[in-house]
């Protein structure tokens, strides 16, 4: 049965050292190419991330190549937005016509009537956003709001630099706080597994028993969008039983004092009925973090997507990170810095080009500050001061995106005439699909960049067929906030007519007067490549000669003790616990109770209409947000979509195993099946993310095409004004309220 | 001699079908076909108190036969490393085989009539390398080697530590040994 291994020694056979490219850890792979093709991919057992291991989707990576579905040429609308008539073009007839019209549009309203919007690290983004500040456009976003970024701002904001890099192998406690790697991110969860036989323990907060809970020491089962409170309330713990770092905060804080009276209020019987915990459960998982020190805080998405509560939830984990003397030490979570031994994104993104003007008319900076250029430009400003380098842009400071889903369908406070979509399908990916669809049907100008046509991509004007991982070489670099950073070499050239992110940029750029001296030197993305990773001083003279030279990742030295002589790098030096910089923004300087959008509702009718709990958009395994989806040789293993619900609850709403049911919020239902388990809360349902069913064939003026909003999560998110967080912008996937019922109509769907 | 077998960790496996989805893509399985799936098994109790484990699968390749024995045209054979394999040329598709395996571990295809199964990926274990479900497993929760190599990982835990196999009682000799725990700091 099985196929004889890969024969190393033929002289035709290429070992080439590429990326996987099905979600950001980018593990490294071999390729093992013949003739130009590629015959073979497996996980690179010297690569230092992933060790050879490789997931599911990661194994599918020849059948992502030669998919029937895969967009191949460049194509453009023929007939009504939507029907789905195209007519195939060159790259050069697509980029001249695209160019044209941004043209017309810049001249008629301004270059910011154009937004674009990413996916997650599979694109150049500095290359995007070079483009956008070159064209004149502050409106460039991803969905970072949902992912890091808020954690990265204010973490930033309060100690100068996110303590992202946590030092498991010297840890004794590392707490999982909604993250859940063993059905996200393998080779973290495997470290965590290596780490807890050598003796640290694992504790893991999160309302779902998860495949990672299953392994923790501890298990904290919140409820959905109560992590401020129980936040809240470690600290009053922490600080009430004097378990923190008293020379520490002494020493190298500022604030302390205030901080302890502040939290006084918070008790564990407080946060006890907002945490549908016990007060002893809150104590006694406070204590153990604080009784096994060092130990880390390890990021997850969940604080990043509940909305209003995010960024005080997000400052209340990193001050008890903070009090505890948990930064910059053996064991805890460490700062490095940017990498100053390569060039970062940043230096790449031509942020100073943009003008004050035009930064000012970034959507959503008026309201939501942190993340957008008023407080960029603080800590843009701070660290450049401290390391000559900075965050990037791109990420860090962007267009708020239920702001410009707004400006689309409004007109407010500008219209937003073109969007140009890169490796985002946003219907499945933003909050609130249904006003996202829209907006996407409304657009004047659409431009999609893309594998394969989607719900976003069919009212395109334009549709450019993207190269994959194999197809173009890849720098994976925490968007340039590490020391550390992955590369892989371009297994084959870009197939049929596909081409990558890079050429589009470039290609559009050069159209619309920017320099191919000045603005766009390099002709490919190896000889940028080649610019970023030069200043390493290792003898190589490309940037294949550098990935095979450093084995497919490179560690920039940084001194985690610098900070004991020369201070953090904050303006004060200290770590901030009331935090300046926010305070200079308008925001309060000290984390400050606010409930979820909607899990504390207190309107009575809201709560008897809708008596449920609702969390989602945490990862499983197949897929990853909304991909991998046609993908049959991961589908298999799901071809539907389920939602989580305790049997006790299933039993009083009449719903068995395996039921279609109705889920809904105050914006819309979704159907998926019932999956009874008694990993979750009676008042608790869990949702999976990204659903939609490439296989339909499209009809014509069919609203709901590929069925993108029959199961996708988002069409139960929260994105108003009112529902984001009033610091990074954010939205809430979790701590929603919902109500559940069996599909009546004949038949599933 | 050599003596193929595997461990599985069950206190490190997290269910993630990374080596389902590994073993369909390079053996080439027909969609619907699967070779090594994980159980997950759980959880269990009532919340908030509650436990689960994920315990993968495959042929066990058995000292003791059945499949083979069952086989009225010696399609289905073991080797001397007790790899257990069918000889697609000598199978009829008479499916006893996959009566006579306990482990639901046989597949008869519809498409080609004949009876599928894991052979260890034996053409690559027998060059010095693992069974693409091992190389794959990010968690290590899948170990293989040979069990007459007394240096051998395999060797170390089958006899070093407390293993189970899945119906022993049947007398088939499997030779997928798991280890079984809580995880955590035993793992």
Known sequence: MSKPPIDLNDPSIEACKSTCFFCHTNCGTIAYVKDGEVIRVEGDPDHSTNR??????GNIALKHLDHPDRINTPLKRKGEKGAGQWEEITWEQALDEIAERLKVIREESGA???ATCGGTVRTDDWARRRFMNLFGSPNSFHNALLCWIPTFMIETAVSGWSPFGADLDNARIAVLWGANPGASVLPTMRTLTDCQKKGMKLMVIDPRYTATAAHADLWVPLRPGSDLALALAWLNVIIGEYLYDEDFCRDYCTGFDELAEHVKQYTPQWAAPLTDLTPTQIRESARMYAKNKPGSIM????????????????????????IMGNINVTGGDIQTGPGLEFMVDEEFECNDVLSEEQRAKQLGSDKYKLCTWPGYGLIRDIALDTWGAAPPSEWMCEANAPSVWRAILEGEPYRVRALICCATNPVNSYGDSKVVL????????????????????????????????????????????????????????????????????RGLGLRLGQDDEEDWPWECEEEAYFDIVYPTGLEIESYDEFVDEIGGSYSSDFNPNAWREEG??????????KSSVLEELGYPGLPTYVGAPEAHAEDPEVVESFPLILTTGGGFMPFHHSEEFNIKELRFLRPDPYFDINPETAQKLGIKKKDWCWIETMRGRIKQRACLTNGIAPNTIYTQRGWWYPERTLTPGEDDPFGVLESNTNVLTAASFEDCDPISGTWACRGLRCRVYKVQEGGAR | ?????????????????????????????????????????????????????????LCMHCEETPCVHACPTGASQQDDDGIVWVEAAKCMGCGACVEACPYNARHKDRKSGVVLKCDFCKDRVRGGGNPHCVDTCHQRARIFGDLDDSTS???????GMRTERLYEDLGTEPQVYYVIGLGGQEA
């Open chain 1, 438 to 505: 829209e907006a996407l049907k409304k657009v004047e100008f659409l431009v999609t960049c893309e594998y394969w046509m989607t719900s976003a991509a069919l009212y395109a004007d334009y549709v450019m067929p993207i190269a994959g991982a194999l197809e173009r070489p890849v720098i994976h670099n925490n968007y340039g906030c590490a020391t550390v950073f992955h590369g892989g070499r371009r297994a084959i050239s870009p197939l049929h007519d596909r081409g990558t992110d890079f050429q589009f940029w």
């Open chain 1, 112 to 114: 910011e009537a154009l």
């Open chain 1, 568 to 577: 953090f790098p904050t303006r004060s030096g200290k770590v901030e616990l």
């Open chain 2, 1 to 57: 001699m050599t003596r193929y077998a595997m461990v599985m960790d069950t206190r490190r496996c997290v269910g993630c079908d990374s080596c389902t989805v590994a073993c369909m893509v390079h053996n080439e399985l027909p969609l619907g076909i699967i070779f090594n799936p994980v159980i997950t098994d759980g959880p269990k109790g009532v919340y908030p108190h509650v436990h689960m484990v994920h315990i993968p699968l």
């Open chain 2, 153 to 159: 990982e395999v060797f170390k835990i089958v006899n």
């Open chain 1, 299 to 322: 990021w997850g998405t969940s604080m990043d997507q509940q909305g209003r509560a995010s960024g005080a939830a997000i400052h209340a984990r990193a001050l008890i990170r903070a």
């Open chain 1, 52 to 57: 050879g291991g490789l997931c599911s989707r």
